[in-house]
């Protein structure tokens, strides 16, 4: 599908080789994690073999491929938009060897490669979602800080540097930006506790260490658009009264640090960041660290051992970091999305920001919807929204068109909620409310298929195995919660057990030190209060409703479909399936060892 | 501190305390006593055990009592049937990764989980599931670390790098198998390790224990006789543990005003001599190439007269007195005192100078 901006391009272009176009062409290749993964860096240099190879050399000489980052349907890279005197076509899936004839029929020939185009379902993908701080991100060069200024970046900071901080503190309080790791407190307040925080020097912080599985918008953040969250540290910096920042950055995102670091460059080469910031008389820079992988360390507390050089373990609160952050010293600490969110408040105003949301939720929140759903990757949505549309509008529905039967938000420490809430609006406290949490913003569908006691022993898993240690709720009190989940999931569950969950969780949550361990029992408890009847299943009558856990599945051979081939009975290595030729096979429930190797190997599916 | 003072109630008493104390501070001054486990005076507040977790009025989630400073008027609840729950549990967790073999433990009696069980009557039967199962490390002379004992409360990790600042020891490892230990788990030698023995006094469990005192007497069997250390000048104060008439080991004294407890390898672990054969029992007097036995009196007439000699010979000046600091101060006081009023000189010296 091409999208007309203007009339169509009247110009004919002759297919001479000794091309002169007199045609305006930009070529913007998607070059995230996912794009790159995807092979877009291959893409852009066939582009630029191909235009040589057929005599556009004009165009290989003003560099009229962009790289972009990432737009959100990491699902259809490469993404490659060819855009014609305004006209953008988009095509998905581009491998290298399709550029050429791109080249040949659409750049030269005018008449876009249709079948490569992409489809309805991504334009419906993007058009039901509220694009403010994604916009960019899939069409400015992340790499050039040009671009950024070229699209009124760095205006924000400027602005601010106008200002008195307790005015930029007001405008921040009036946007109602919460902020968007997780726990959703204001950040206007945020900033004022840490000016009014009478100790110096003080310190600003990006939390960039995004660790729940399956989140990936910070790092398509910083891949597409580093230089907002620069500017929006600029700005929180000049709100506190500080002149170190630091960015603490995981080290499993290389693009991204890479992006930042080329970014921090720029900056401090514009003298955006250094001594006396655009010719002022402020002094502002800031600085990376990389985190090693500990998932804890996106607690703000044990984040900022980290950056001491000390085991990243959380500490008990309070004194908060305002006060007492970065060593000792009054510390604000905000996450990427946060950070990237503040230069559009500050350039638009908080009027413009607040008028997205709803009442005590301001403004955008970028999810990574995965999981059973047809269209999955990044999307930003205002808040307040129902999880019906986020599903049906911008997921395109569950996967194969199954029924929906949960979507589990937050990552691990959030709750799994079931389908029957799906009215119910996507914001910090709504979520909180039905035992969930906003998280940094993690959207897994589920469809019948999946069995709620196997998720929450998923996320269960993932939480025991990234416990600091400190304090024993969470060290043991996790490990004990996995131990029962899984011997359910084995048949081995006990009368007892859900009420043991329950309780222990229970006071896991009360007593644990950190927001983690507080947390780390959600997708446990809300999947018993939602899905009770699924644990009882488990425990009580051995089986397992969605036929997942393994140790509890029945195979039973469906009379109907089997075609009497043997091919179960031969594969079998139990000998619980008995057969003859043009005899239906039959499985025997005492005997099978629910190994699976007939559901294999059976050609006609009948097999159940 | 500020010294301005804070009226708070615990449990019902109103008390007086100074702005910046924690909870629990505040309560031990009120006589309330409130569970730890992860707490030592001479340590940093941690809030790692959760065991000191308070009620406060106006705030949803318990607090610990060991981090938490006290504002004006706050009133604070130590027990309640929720906080007892939660605390039973957070024992019983404990149990469930613990060997639970107090009988033959070096630590029975002197043990604060084993107190805390006990009175809170978790048994570490709720929760089954993996234990620890290692070996006893006894790959030093003087400590015995037994890891399945282990509770993470940090005590001994941060007493090395807060007080003693050695550094041997820290965390290790993560969540359920994180654990204390050297680096790369390598044996404590001379090289990374002090030997102490700060960790083993603040050990709340058998984890850590004494080697050398290992077997030799319960704690409730043993006598404690405070004394004071004579290897060096500094006067550190100790407890020597006797049973019958023999020394098993040393225990800290925190409330020595010299040192609040610490003390360095050789008064923690340098006692063999106390009980050796080759201990010089009597003075020995030398005759020709021997050593002979001989009372005190015959020693001491002995000196004298040859100093007397010296000073009669060669003046008083030639004659100089020169004290060990493994002395105390009024043996090193006596000494200058013979040595100038006695002798009539002024050379009068200590090692500790040097």
Redesign the interface.
């Known amino acids: 599908m091409v999208v007309k901006k203007k009339a169509a391009s009247k110009s004919k272009t002759s297919k001479t080789s000794t091309v002169k176009i007199d045609k305006d062409i930009i070529i913007r290749v998607c070059v995230g994690t996912g794009g790159l993964a995807a092979g877009s860096a291959e893409v852009i240099d066939a582009f630029y073999e191909e235009l040589a190879k057929t005599g556009l050399k004009a165009l290989v000489e003003k560099k009229c491929v962009n790289k972009t980052g990432c737009r959100g349907f990491c699902a259809k890279d490469v993404l490659v938009d060819v855009i014609i005197n305004g006209d953008i076509a988009t095509y998905q899936f581009i491998r290298p060897e399709m550029v050429s004839r791109i080249v040949d029929e659409h750049i030269k020939g005018d008449v876009p490669v249709r079948e490569w185009l992409v489809g309805p379902d991504y334009h419906s993908f993007h058009e039901r979602q509220t694009k403010i701080l994604l916009k960019q991100c899939g069409q400015i060069d992340p790499e050039n800080i040009e671009a950024y200024i070229e699209i009124g970046g760095y205006e924000g900071a400027k602005k601010a540097l106008a200002w008195e901080p307790v005015d930029i503190i007001e405008e921040i309080k009036t946007s109602g930006i919460r902020g968007r790791g997780g726990a959703g407190f204001l950040t206007g307040l945020k900033w004022e506790f840490c000016r009014l925080s009478k100790d110096d020097p003080k310190y600003i912080i990006c939390n960039a260490d995004e660790g729940d599985p399956g989140a990936f918008m910070d790092r398509a953040i910083i891949e597409g658009n580093p230089h907002s969250v620069i500017e929006g540290m600029i700005i929180g910096a000049l709100a506190i009264g500080c002149e170190n920042g630091y960015v603490y950055i995981r080290a499993e995102y290389p693009l991204a640090v890479e992006r930042l670091r080329m970014a921090l460059e720029q900056a401090r080469k514009k003298k955006f960041l250094g001594k006396n910031i655009f010719g002022s008389t402020f002094n502002f820079d800031i600085e990376i660290k990389l985190g090693a992988g500990?998932f804890v360390c996106g607690e703000s507390t044990a984040l900022m051992r980290s950056i001491e050089g000390k085991?990243g373990?959380p500490?008990?609160t309070?004194?908060r970091s305002v006060n007492k952050g970065l060593w000792n010293k009054p510390t604000a600490l905000n996450n990427v999305e946060t950070f990237a969110n503040i230069p559009m408040i500050m350039t638009n105003g908080a009027a413009w920001y607040a008028s997205f949301g709803n009442e005590k939720n301001k403004g955008t929140k970028v999810f990574a919807l995965t999981g059973k759903v047809k269209n999955t990757g990044l999307i930003e949505v205002p808040l307040g929204i129902s999880l019906k549309e986020i599903i049906y509008d911008i997921g395109g529905g569950v996967e194969k068109n199954r029924k929906l039967k949960a979507v589990q938000t937050g990552g691990p420490s959030g709750g799994c909620i079931p389908a029957s809430h799906i009215d119910m609006p996507v914001d910090f406290d709504s979520l909180t409310r039905i035992g969930s949490m906003m998280g940094s913003g993690g959207m897994v569908v589920l469809d019948d298929t999946t069995c709620m006691v196997d998720v929450a022993k998923f996320f269960l898993t993932f939480t025991?195995?990234?416990?600091?240690?400190?304090?024993?709720?969470c060290?043991?009190?996790?490990?004990?919660m996995l131990?029962i989940l899984t011997r359910i999931t084995e048949g081995k569950g006990k009368e007892g057990d859900m009420e043991?969950l329950v309780?222990?969780g229970i006071?896991i949550a009360?007593?644990?030190?950190c927001g983690l361990g507080?947390a780390a029992p959600n997708p446990v408890l809300s999947t018993i209060k939602y899905f009770y009847e699924e644990y009882d299943a488990h425990i009580r009558d051995g089986i397992c409703p969605a036929n997942v856990c393994k140790a509890l599945r029945q195979y039973v051979v469906s009379t109907d479909l089997c075609k009497m081939c043997g091919k179960c009975f031969r594969v079998c290595p139990a000998g619980a399936i008995s057969w003859e030729p043009k005899k239906k096979a039959a499985i025997d429930k005492l005997k099978c060892i629910k190994c699976g190797a007939c559901f294999e190997a059976c050609p006609f599916n009948s097999i159940v | 501190m500020s010294g301005e003072k804070l009226k708070i109630t615990i449990d019902g008493i109103d008390i007086l305390c100074e702005k910046g104390t924690t909870i629990l501070n505040a309560a031990r001054q009120a006589g309330v006593d409130i569970p730890t486990l992860c707490h030592d005076e001479r340590l940093e507040p941690y809030g790692g055990c959760r065991l000191c977790i308070v009620q406060i009025k106006g705030v949803n989630r318990p607090l610990p009592a060991c981090t938490t400073p006290v504002s004006s008027n706050m009133v604070v609840t130590t027990e309640n049937e929720a906080l007892t729950r939660m605390r039973k549990n957070v024992l019983e967790l404990l149990l469930s990764n613990h060997p639970n073999d107090c009988m033959r433990c070096e630590q029975t009696g002197n043990c604060t989980l084993q107190d805390l069980a006990y009175r809170y009557g978790a048994d570490g039967k709720i929760y089954e599931g993996e234990k620890w199962d290692l070996p006893i490390r006894e790959d030093n002379p003087f400590i015995t670390y037994e890891p399945n004992k282990c509770i993470l409360c940090g005590r001994c990790v941060r007493i090395c790098n807060e007080v003693v600042m050695a550094g041997t020891i820290d965390l290790v490892g993560r969540g359920f198998y994180a654990m204390p230990d050297t680096a790369f788990r390598k044996p404590r030698t001379l090289e990374n390790c002090e030997f102490c023995g700060q960790c083993v006094s603040t050990c709340p469990t058998g984890a850590l224990t004494d080697r050398k005192g290992r077997g030799k007497g319960r704690s409730y069997e043993l006598k404690k006789v405070k004394t004071t250390c004579s290897y060096c000048g500094t006067g550190c104060n100790f407890y020597l543990n006797v049973k019958g008439d023999k020394v098993v080991k040393v225990t800290s004294a925190y409330d020595s005003p010299v040192s609040q407890g610490s003390l360095c390898i050789k008064g923690r672990y340098g006692y063999d001599f106390i009980h050796s054969p080759e201990r010089i029992k009597t003075p020995l007097i030398r005759k020709g190439a021997e050593f002979v036995e001989a009372t005190w009196d015959e020693a001491l007439e002995l000196i004298a007269n040859k100093f007397k000699e010296l000073i009669e010979k060669h003046g008083p000046d030639k004659v100089g007195g020169f004290s060990s600091s493994r002395c105390t101060n009024e043996e090193n006081y006596l000494l200058a005192k013979w040595v100038r009023c006695a002798v009539g000189s002024n050379n009068v010296d200590n090692c500790a100078r040097v």
Do not use: N, Y
């Open positions: 500990a085991r373990m500490r008990p309070p004194p025991e195995h990234e416990s600091c240690g400190k304090c024993p709720p060290r043991i009190g996790t490990k004990r131990e043991l309780e222990l006071d009360h007593s644990s030190l507080q």
